[in-house]
């Protein structure tokens, strides 16, 4: 039989910006090709904190 995928999703806190405890503090890391494929509202996805109204 064929190996089974298998993908874990976890939710937390909107501050806490990674599930790691060695990474939590650290923003994700994007690389400028894929912020480009993201609109405005998917790269908002990303931030800990919500954005500033200005």
Aim: net charge negative; glycine share 4%.
């Amino acid at each position: 039989m064929g190996e089974k995928e298998q993908y874990e999703v976890r939710y937390g806190p909107f501050w806490m910006m990674s599930q790691n405890i060695a990474t939590m503090d650290e923003p994700p890391h994007l690389t400028p090709a894929t912020r480009a494929r993201y609109s405005r509202e998917q790269l908002d996805l990303f931030r800990a904190w919500p954005p500033r109204e200005q």
